[in-house]
Every structure is written in C-alpha cells, then in structure tokens.
C-alpha cells in the first residue's frame, strides 16, 4: 500500500472528494530534506518541503485506505476538507471515526473552479486539445499563467453544469443539462443493460450509428449530396427506431446492434453536451472551454466525439479543451479552499507558491493509455505535486508570458525525441556512478546503492515511458526530460550529484582567475577597443565550453591533464561565428545602461568566462545583475554558490570588489532548477529586480538556456543569446559543427519598457537587494 | 436503407397496406373527418375556438375576442383543420382546380390541399376581409397527416380526383426526393419541388398573417380553456422571430423577412429521438400512444432531481429541489436503480421532458444568440400536447428568467405543407 500511499506519516492535511464510484484522495505531507555534504555524506537540514499527494481509489477499498491512513498518521483534530457532490453520510461519518478529524465541506462548484484554475496556473501543459482527425492526437497547450481568466468549465456528471470562471474566488453556474452522464447510463442499462462505462465506450468505439439514427442520406436518399449537405450527418438520434419492438426486439438485440446502440446514445449525449457548451460560450463571449467530468475522463472516444462536435458547432473556429488531471478537480479544489480561507498565514502562503507536478510519483500515463478499469481490481491512479517556496510568474520582459520556451517539440519531432531518449539512456549509469561517488562516506552504503540502483530503474522506466507515449506527461521536450531525471535523482535523495566537483572546479578556476583578469588587461594596450572586447566575448565563450553536461567535452575533461582555458578558447571557432552579432552588439553596447546575465556551469564557465566578461561591462558604467539558479541541476552554478565566492571575488580584484560595494554588480536567483530555463515561472524576485534596476538587456549563456530552451523567444527589451554547441547533433540540426559559436543579439519588441511603472526606487535603498540576498544565503 | 430515386423499387414501408379504407365523397374535395384528431381534444378546442383572451404579441394588450359571448355549435364544427383562405384573385383557381401539397419528414407525411365549400362559418375578421366568392362559395385549406406512404397515395388515388398528367403536385421537405419516384408513378403527375426553409417561412408567414389566432401562449397553471391565449401579432411586427421547427430532427431558423432568413442550428434530439427511444423502452407503438402514456407517467421515479443530489433546493444556485438534475439517471445502478423494472409510463414522460427542456434550452440560447425576444415553435412533435408544451414554456421562461414566452402554432405541423402550397416558384421535375 506505501507504493501509492507515500510519505503518510508526514501527512498534516487531508482533502476528499467522495464520488459514487471512486474516491479521490488528497494530502498534505511534509517531506524532510537532506542535504549531500562536501564530505561525501549526508545530513539533515532540518527542512521539510510540501508535497500533495493525490490517490483515486475505488469504493470498495477506501475503508481499508482509511484504516492504513489512520494508523500511521496523526489526524487527530485537524480539518478535513471535502467539495461535496452527493453527502454520503456513512462515508462522512467512517472519515470522521476513522481519522479523528472534523470534516468541512465546500461547495462543489467552488472546488471544481478553484482546482481547475490551481491546475492550470501550476501544471505545465495541464490543458490540451483531442484531434478528431486520428494524425495528431493530442495537442498541449502549455502553461499559461497570465491568460486563464475567464474560462468556461463544463462539469459532465450525472447532469451537465456549465461553469464561468472569473477568477479564483468568482465562479458562476451559467447553466447546464439534465442530459449527461446519468442519462447515459441510464439509457444504456435500459437499452443495453449495460452499465459498465469501459464497456459502454468499447462498444461505442466499434459501433455504426447508422443502424439506429436517421442520417441526411437516410431522409434526403442520395440526392442529399445535391443539397451540400454531407449524407453522414447526424438528422435525428434514434429515429431509425420508431417502429422497434418493445421488449422482445430489445432482448433479441445481436452484438453488433448493441454496439451500434451505443455508438448512437453516445453521439446522441456527447453532441448535446457540445452544443450547449458552444452556445453558452459564444453567449459569454468566452473562447476557452474546458470539459471534465466522469463520462470525458481521457476516453478517447468521448474526447474525439466532443471535439468535433464542439468545432463542428463553432464553425470551425473553436477547440475543446481537456485536462490532465480532470478527475482529481474537486479534491485539490477542497485543498485550494482550505488554503485560501485559512487563517494559518504560513499556511496559507502556500496558495501563493509555485506548485509543480512530480512526474514520477505520478501515474499519468494511466489515463492516456487503457488502464484496467476502477471496477476490476486494485488499480489506484497517483498524482503528485511538490511546492517550490517562492512566489512564481512570468519574467517581466517576456514579449508574450504565454509562449512556451521550448526550441524543439519531441511530441512532434519523432528524431529529436528518440536522439534524446538515447542521449539519457547512455548517460544512467555515469550519473549512477558520480551519485554514488558524491555520497560515498555515507554509512549505509546498502543503502546508497539501493538508492542509485533505483534512480536507474525509475529513470529508465520513464524514459520508456515517454518513449512509448511522447505524450505521457504533456509536451515532451529537452526541458522536461532534464528536468525529470533532477526530479528522479532528488526523489533517491541524491539533492546535488555535482557538488564536490562544482566546488573542486571553483576553487580551480578561482586560481586561474587572477591569471585570466591580467592577460585581458594586459592585451588593452596591444589591441583596439573592439578587438579587446572581441577578445572579452570569446573568453565569455571559452567559459561555456566547460560543460559536464555535454558528453563530448567530458571526455575531453577527462582527458590526462584535463582541459586548461587556453585550449578553449581556442577550441572556439573563428568569425564569422555560426550566429554572428558581435559588430551590432559591440555598437549598441553604449545605449545599454542595466544588464541582466543569467548564468550556466559554475567553474571556468561562470569565474573564467562570465565574471572578466562582467567585469569589462561594469567597467563601461553599466550595472550588471547575474542571475542563477536557485536549485542545483547538473554542475549548473547555483545563487548559493554564487554568494559563496562573493568574497574570494573580492580579494582576487580590487575593481570587482568596488562594484560590490557600490551596488552596481548584483545577484538574484531564479527560482529554478533545471539545465533548461523557463521564464514563465521564475522567481518574483528577480522581475522585481529587473524592473527596479530598469534592465534593458540580458543576456542568456550556454546551451540549456540560451539554445534547448529560449532560443526563439522575443522580449521587450534587447537579448543577446551566447551559447556553444557541444554536441554534434544540435550542431547538425543548426548547420554548425562542434564548437560553432551561437552569438544572437535579438532586438527587444518594446522600447518604453518601463513607462507607467510605479517607481520602485522610492520604497527600496539600492542596495537592499545585495544585502537581504546575502543575509538569505547564510540561513 | 439504400434505396435511389433512379430505380423504382418499392419500400417495404410502401407495401404494408392497411385494411382500413377512408372514403370521401368523389369530385373536388370535401372536407372530411379523420380518427386521429379524436382524441385530441385540446387541439380541436384550440383550433376551433375564438374564445381564448388575446393578447398582442408585439406590445402585450389585452383583448377579448367579439364572439367570446357566443358559444360555438361543436356538433356542427368540421372536425379537420382547415383555414379559409381570403377570396382574392390569386386564389380563385383553385375554385376550379384542385392543388395538393405535400411535406415529406422523416416521419410524417404532412399534406395540405384546396377544397371548396359553401356551408362554412367565415373566420371573425370577416368584416375587414373578403372570404366568400360572388357565387357563395369559399375556399378552404385542409390540413392532414399520414404516418405510410401508401396511405398518403391511396388518399390522394381516391380523393382528388380531377388531377391529369399536366397537374403538379407541390413537394417539399427531405423525403420528397426520396419518394419523388413513387409519386409521380402512382398520381401520374409531375413534382413540383419547392424549397424546404422557404417553404417554412412562406407556411409561417401566411399562417401567422391570415390567420390572426395563429399563435398562442400555453399556461399550465390556468384552468381549462384559459391555459391558452391567443398572441395575434400585427402584419407589419412580425419579423423578425426564431422559429424552432420540430420535427423528427430540429431546425432553428432566424427569419428576417419572407425571403431573409437562415438555418442558424438544430439538433438531433426531436421527434424522432423521442418515438425511437419511446418504442423501444415502451410498449407505445406511435406517436400519440406514447404522449398518452408520458401523460401518465411521473418522471421522478427515474430521474435524478436536485434534491435527490442535494438532498434539497440548491439554494447557493437557486437550483430548486424539484429540477431535474439528471434524466433516466435513476434508472442505472450508478444512479441506485435496485432493479430494472422501470414503469413505462416514468420513462415516457422523463424521455418528453428531457427532450422538450433540451429543445426549450437550445431555442432559448439561440433566441439570445440572435436576440430574438420572439420565438415560435413549429413542427409535429408538439402536437399540442400538453407536457410539451409546458415544459417548453417552462424551459424558455426559465433560462430566459421570464423575459420570453414561448408561442406555439395551431397548424405547427402543417408549415412546410403550408408554404409549398402557397409557393408558385418551385421547381418543375419531368
């Protein structure tokens, strides 16, 4: 039962929401968090994170569920929330016994609007579109924190209620049917006496309608092509049947009538259900339509059904909509309440958090590929989502907040996917073994393999996953498949495989610091001015060379005296580069006065390449901002890291040390904590900062950031995009080669950035971000 | 049914051939009586009487009718529905000359056609308007229905009897081309085929314009004859209105003008989903059979209400506790059905309510869609039924929240026949 009740003993909250059929379960638990050491160990920190477990779980079993849920947590008078559909009082009163706690309820439609609106404000690509033309499948549209509002929610359960959304507190039932799923199964145990929904849809799927509905053809006869009208459409549900034989006709009902009966009861049901959502959506003005309830639950059949029928009514012009996690709504409906009214302002600061989902604590190929049915067996569906502690939206500067940051599409680009897949494949058991090496004084060494052995086993079995089912977590792309081996390595309590290397190589590449600093002054008396900031740029790119993350320059690292910064720069080709920009940057340089760089590797990458690269812009009077990650990934420099050699900057460079002291080098974090980047969630604080200290450029190094991720996005202001290609496929897919430099200075699509906003000077000092930073970093 | 117009085989449908003959006095048509109208009493009362209060549709007044104070004569009342069509140049061929009109649904036959008579009442305007001919006689239109199509040849083979190969019989509504073939063999005369929506509009038009009881309003609530009040409508205020035509399938029409208007939606759910499902869930075997037995039926034993969900009113929604929340849902175990043994008279009404409230719905948003405060249902499903026509009324008094009426039709059957009669432009088939 631990494999899908997780983490119960951490449980502080609990939410329910009972259907008929199934319940849904969410929790609250508290997960401690470890820290690796520089020592090779572990220790605790002390810490916990939040975590929302979600469980589906037949009728049948929730007693038993209760009962482990009981004895190994403590419930014992807290607040057990739950969106009522239908008041079970037994099922109410076995929670209550049970568990111990006082249940609160809310009110369905407030439970449903509000989790639809978490999920998608929280879930990337929670939302998607079913093709009725077989091709393409599913289509996901990705997370959209800015445009949600207003939507419309059409609740398909025993009734249909049709649902306006305004917000998270305003919510308005617009309308609805009494034809919905109740009919449906109504009408199919009369006609069929079938009642199995599974069955039902498996029917259906094979079924020929013709049989019982009155098409064009069957009222207008062939002449009906004369009239442009299609013979197939649907005339009148059933009206082949008007002269049936009650009773015995019914009971004599072959298969294959029966399953056309029901492929007509479904289009009969469905397409109703379409229309009406159509015209309620046209009356609101209102484009956005999203369909959930226990007859749509990802059946294929009913999707592809209220898809054509929804574009059929629209004329063609609008797309139904779906959601991943449709069936655990009301549940995080109830969470989402509990916080939003709860008087606990730590608790409720919780709503205000970015919440992401934790693929492999999820089930969610459950509901895309057939799964055997509730009512079989002992078949619970998990959903996971982990809290991220800091208040997340889009980048200020982003040109359109809803654009997914994504450069290739593996749910489109079946080569991409597959050299990917293989990329990952090859990589476990490296990672395996710098996993072990980074924990290797721990004492439970049993327990250290058992740990790695596991992240291989979970990895690959995601791999394969996604491998089968593109589709199996929403978009698949360089970004979430990066992001889901952190997640895995995280999950085996391996926090930060790199750590003793990153900090092996900063302390390398601080000794080459003063070494580099000088041959870049040194040079200013032998070059011209641009020749020397030419020289300054490809030092920036020589740093990016330094990857652990690319295959091939780790084997070039793990050569016999491994790879100095000289042999880098001069593995960096000569110009013209691949992506050229360098004259147009080098003259637009002096109208930039606040740059924002966000970083990649620590090392030779951020000490060798970024900090002369900042040092020369600092020196030109602008103020400079690096920005890195907040969570490791990879050998990616973290924002602690960074604070860390704060100080031994400022004894190697007298000029670094000035501009730390005056506030014009600042640092600020993300919140992120992927090799990828996706600036529609990132921390508040860094577009605080960006609009406080006006940046009118930024600047994204490195391959993750700058070319997987971002490559194609516009901003308002000026971004330059400085990468080098390490690996030979992208170099092939960009007509470059290895170490083909990538140089992009896009120009921004909005000039007055910042008119009209509140001027952020006159509350803040200047200086306040660097010093409350600091201060964070020493907790 | 793979049948094409191009081969002359029969329907089985065709060939069934009923015993029971109705006979009608030879020559140009008399009007007669027909068994199926027995029953319905309230259509007859409706399309009979001028008693009813009126009130105008275009400015809400009230009036009483002038011969409210004289009773009518039942037993002298002819029986079929007819209208007296006004004595004027444009008609006066058909004093000597029969002409039939057919509308072929997905399940009725609808037909209307001239007959000439001398006994009968003049409609109430007869004193704004000429009725009667300088010889005495009037000219009537008759309404009929027919559910075979050998019936409907048989009828027309016995009764109109003065047609020849040249005359031509006005056709409209989709099974005309299917059956185009067949009539033209049987009557020996040629089709004339006249558009389906403009047939509508034409019938909808002329009914609502000459007949000034055309329209009515269906209160449940009143007691007998003033469940109904007739909304006469001025000639200039008619347009523009949604017509919602339910036959075997829907159709929602916008109508501007007599010549603008457009199919603006529809559904499958109509007539058609009603009788097919009714036949196969009930022992009812047409149509009226099953509307008797919906009104005897209590849809509560099988649909979900909000208080069966909610164990009361919904008030947070303002959904009262009586709404149904969920048709036939009772009648799975997921709904708590213990057995299958539902009454069929439960399932009748709960399938007429479900349709009818989905029809009251769907013409409502679409009346809003266009703003269009008026809307008419037409088509055989109503039947004057009373269920039906509450629960309309109910359903667009409801999502309009009591900003529209809807307004029903005394020949809502007949409009398609209605406007191919009257339309001269159809199109000649050899």
Redesign the interface.
Same mark, same amino acid.
């Not at chain 1, 049917?177 to 109740?182: F, K, N, R, T, V």
């Not at chain 2, 036949?279 to 075997?285: D, G, I, V, W, Y």
């Not at chain 2, 149904?324 to 709904?335: E, N, R, V």
């Given at each position: 039962m631990e494999n899908f009740l997780r983490n119960v003993s951490g449980i502080t909250r609990i939410f329910f929401d009972i259907g008929?059929?199934s319940i849904k379960i969410s929790y609250i638990s508290e997960i401690p968090v470890t820290r690796t050491t520089l020592q090779r160990t572990i220790e605790k920190t002390g810490k916990t994170f939040q975590r929302l477990h979600c469980i589906q779980v037949n009728y049948d079993d929730f007693p038993r569920i209760l009962e482990y849920i009981s004895k190994n947590a403590n419930l014992r008078n807290t607040f057990a929330h739950y969106g009522h559909?239908?008041?079970i009082v037994a099922v109410e009163k076995m929670i209550e016994e049970k568990l111990g706690c006082v249940l609160v309820c809310h009110?369905v439609?407030e439970c449903i609007g509000r989790g639809t609106t978490f999920l998608l404000q929280n879930i990337e690509a929670e939302a998607y579109t079913y093709s009725f033309q077989i091709d393409k499948e599913y289509e996901f549209k990705t997370l959209n924190p800015v445009t949600i509002f207003p939507y419309i929610l059409v609740n398909i359960?025993?009734?249909v209620s049709i649902i306006r959304v305004d917000s998270e507190n305003e919510f308005k039932?617009i309308?609805g049917? $009494? %034809?919905?799923?109740?009919?449906f199964? #109504?009408?199919?145990?009369?006609?069929m $006496?079938e009642?199995d929904l599974e069955k039902i849809m498996a029917m259906a799927e094979v079924g020929d309608p013709s049989e019982?509905?009155?098409l %064009?053809s069957?009222? @207008? #006869?062939?002449?009906?092509n004369n009239l442009g009208l299609p013979g197939h459409l649907?005339?009148? $549900?059933?009206?082949?049947?008007?002269?049936?034989?009650?009773?015995t006709?019914?009971e004599r009902l072959s298969t294959s009538s029966k399953e056309n009966m029901a492929s007509s009861l479904l289009?009969?049901i469905i @397409?109703?259900i379409a229309?009406?959502a159509y015209?309620?959506s046209?009356?609101e003005g209102i484009e956005t339509v999203y369909f959930n309830g226990f007859l749509v639950r990802n059946r294929p059949i009913v999707m592809k059904t209220l898809s054509y029928a929804f574009n059929y009514?629209s004329g063609g012009k609008l797309h139904a909509f779906f959601l991943r996690h449709e069936n655990y709504t009301s549940s995080i409906g109830a969470f989402y309440s509990s916080l939003i009214e709860s008087d606990d302002l730590k608790y409720r600061q919780l709503a205000n958090y970015h919440w992401k989902e934790h693929y492999n604590g999820s089930t969610a190929l459950g509901r895309f590929v057939p799964v055997l049915p509730l009512t079989v067996g002992f078949k619970p569906q998990t959903f996971e989502l982990d809290c991220y502690e800091y208040e997340a939206g889009p980048l200020y500067i982003l040109a359109n907040a809803d654009a997914p940051p994504d450069t290739v599409d593996f749910n489109r680009d079946d080569a991409a996917r597959e050299f990917w897949l293989n990329v990952m494949e090859e990589t476990i058991l490296g990672i395996r073994k710098i996993a072990i090496e980074s924990q290797q004084n721990v004492e439970d060494q049993k327990d250290l393999v058992e740990r790695a052995d596991g992240f291989v086993e979970s990895f690959k079995a995601q791999l394969r996953v996604i491998s089968e089912h593109p589709f199996a977590y929403g978009n698949s792309n360089a970004r979430n498949i990066l992001e889901l081996r952190e997640q895995i390595l995280r999950q085996y309590g391996f926090d930060d495989i790199y750590l003793q290397q990153k900090q092996k190589e900063n302390e390398f590449a601080l000794h080459e610091l003063p070494q580099v600093l000088s041959t870049i002054d040194n040079l200013k008396n032998e070059l011209d001015k641009t020749q020397h900031f030419e020289y300054v740029c490809r030092g920036l790119l020589a740093g990016n060379v330094f990857d652990w993350g690319a295959k091939e320059v780790v084997k070039m690292m793990n050569r016999p005296g491994g790879l100095s910064f000289s042999q880098a720069i001069e593995s960096v080709e000569p110009r013209p580069w691949l992506f050229d920009d360098f004259e147009k940057f080098n003259s637009r340089l002096p109208t930039y006065r606040s740059i924002l760089i966000f970083v990649d590797n620590s090392g030779c990458d951020y000490l060798l390449g970024v900090i002369p690269f900042a040092r020369e812009l600092l020196r030109k009077g602008k103020r400079v901002i690096i920005c890195a990650n907040s969570a490791p990934a990879l050998n990616d420099l973290t924002y602690k890291e960074m604070i860390g050699l704060i100080k031994p900057l400022r004894n190697i460079d007298s000029d670094l040390d000035r501009f730390l002291k005056s506030g014009q080098l600042l640092f600020t974090q993300s919140g992120q904590g992927s090799p990828c980047m996706d600036l529609r969630r990132v921390h508040n604080h860094l577009s605080y900062t960006l609009m406080k200290n006006h940046v009118d450029l930024i600047i994204i190094e490195g391959m993750g950031r700058a070319l997987h991720t971002n490559f194609h996005l516009e901003f308002k202001c000026d971004a330059l995009k400085v990468a080098v290609i390490k690996t030979k496929w992208l170099a092939d897919r960009l007509n470059g080669q290895m170490f083909s430099v990538v140089f992009k200075l896009d120009d921004g699509t909005n000039d007055r950035l910042y008119a009209g906003l509140p001027k952020l000077n006159e509350t803040c000092d200047p200086n306040d971000i660097i010093n409350e930073d600091i201060i964070l970093s020493k907790m | *049914?793979g049948?094409?117009?191009t081969s002359t085989t029969v329907p089985r449908r065709f060939l069934r051939r009923r015993p029971k003959k109705e006979k009608v006095p030879a020559g140009i048509f008399k009007t007669f009586s027909s068994s199926d109208e027995e029953n319905n009493k309230v259509m007859d009362e409706l399309l009979l009487s001028s008693k009813l209060k009126r009130v105008d549709s275009a400015t809400g007044s009230v009036s009483n009718s002038p011969r409210a104070l004289q009773p009518i004569q039942i037993e002298k009342v002819q029986k079929t529905p007819y209208v007296v069509l006004p004595a004027n140049e444009k008609f006066s061929k058909f004093r000597t000359r029969s002409r039939v009109a057919v509308d072929i649904?997905?399940?009725l036959i609808k037909v209307v056609y001239s007959s000439v008579c001398e006994d009968e009442d003049l409609p109430e305007d007869a004193t704004t308007r000429i009725f009667k001919y300088d010889d005495g006689k009037k000219i009537l239109v008759n309404f009929k229905k027919f559910t075979q199509m050998d019936e409907f040849i048989e009828f027309l083979q016995n009764n109109w009897l003065d047609r020849t190969p040249e005359d031509v019989i006005h056709c409209t509504g989709?099974?005309s081309?299917?059956f185009a073939e067949i009539i033209r063999k049987e009557l020996g005369v040629k089709i004339q085929r006249t558009d389906e929506m403009r047939s509508l509009i034409y019938g909808s038009n002329f009914l609502l314009n000459n007949n000034v009881d055309e329209s009515f309003t269906y209160h449940h609530d009143a007691i007998g004859i003033n469940k109904f009040q007739y909304r006469p409508i001025a000639q200039d205020l008619i347009y523009p209105f949604l017509l919602v035509n339910i036959g075997?399938?829907i159709s929602i029409l916008k109508v501007d003008s007599p010549d603008s208007y457009e199919r603006v939606?529809g &559904? &499958? *759910?109509?007539?058609?989903?009603f009788?097919?499902?009714g036949?196969?869930? /009930?022992? !009812?075997?047409t149509f009226d059979e099953l509307l008797e037995l919906a009104n005897r039926g209590d849809h509560r034993n099988?649909?979900?209400l909000v208080c069966d969900?909610?164990?009361g009113a919904y008030d947070?929604?303002n959904l009262k506790a009586d709404l149904? !929340?969920? &048709?036939? !849902?009772?009648? &799975? /175990?997921?709904?708590g059905?213990t057995s299958?043994n539902?009454k !069929?008279e439960d399932?009748a009404k709960s399938l007429l309510l *479900?349709i009818s =409230? =989905?029809i009251g719905? *769907?013409a409502m948003?679409?009346g /809003?869609?266009y703003n269009l405060r008026r809307i008419y249902f037409g088509g055989y499903f109503i039947r004057q039924d009373p269920i039906t026509m509450r629960t309309l009324t109910f359903a667009i008094n409801f999502?309009s929240k009591g900003q529209t009426d809807a307004l029903f039709l005394k020949h809502e059957g007949y409009l398609g026949a209605m406007g191919s009669f009257l339309d001269e432009d159809g199109k000649l088939e050899e």
């Open positions: 008929s059929k559909t239908t008041r009110d439609f359960r025993t009734g039932r309308g049917s $009494s %034809i919905g799923g109740g009919s199964l #109504g009408l199919s145990n009369l006609l $006496s009642e019982f509905d009155k %064009i069957d009222v @207008y #006869g062939d002449k009906a649907l005339a009148a $549900s059933f009206a082949k049947s008007g002269d049936f034989n009650h009773k006709d019914l289009r009969m @397409y109703n229309q009406m015209l309620y046209n009356r009514w | *049914m049948h094409t117009t649904g997905g399940t989709g099974g081309y299917k075997t399938g939606g &559904s &499958s *759910m109509g007539g058609g989903t009788m097919g499902l036949s196969m869930l /009930t022992p !009812a075997k099988v649909d979900k969900i909610y164990g947070e929604l149904i !929340a969920g &048709s036939l !849902a009772k009648c &799975s /175990t997921y709904g059905a299958k539902h !069929a399932i *479900m =409230n =989905n719905q *769907m948003l679409y /809003t869609r999502w």
